[in-house]
């Protein structure tokens, strides 16, 4: 059973009652109703070096949210993109949309990480932002763009497809071109 089922959670009791409330009160038909389920992942032993950020939402009620900046989740991703066995064409699309966001890169959590698991694991790593744009060239270099275009196009709306033509080594040589650190201090020495 689920942390966050209905029933052991206030605020997902909560949530799914203002829901219930919203659908009834603009007369949405059951069978037109949109199930969706999330999955939600936690990782139990974080990788160091994060930066944490606090928003405040007021839906369904006034609440504050912990979470992780945005160079920490790009780096992240940039941990998924070179350290993932297999192909997952997803991570790219997020990639560009970091990078469009001008997003920064966390150099000592990236670090972190990529010393936790993956190739480079248990080694001491001199990451800097050259290493890094250089083992993402030459993991653009290695993919079938083609194949990664496909595994997003399903998720996209029609107009938003045509961009996946320019999905190519080059197109993404680009992108990494345009990283950049975040600037949050020394790299910590962890092997």
Known sequence: MSLLSAGSCPLIDLI???LAEYDAANQVEEAHAIKEKIKLKIDVDPPAGSN???TYLDFPLDFEVCHQDLSSNFSLKIHALLCRPY????DWFDFSWYVTQGAQVNLPHLRAALVQWGPWANQKIDLNL???KRELI???SSIEW????ADVQPFLRPSEQHGLRLWTEKFFVH???DLTPHQSGPT???Y
């Open 188 to 190: 910590p020495d962890l």
């Open 146 to 149: 083609q194949s990664a275009a």
């Open 175 to 177: 992108k990494i071109e």
């Open 87 to 90: 192909l997952k064409g997803r």
């Open 138 to 140: 030459q993991k653009a």
């Open 16 to 18: 799914q009652k203002r």
């Open 52 to 54: 944490f950020e606090y």
């Open 130 to 132: 050259q290493w890094l």
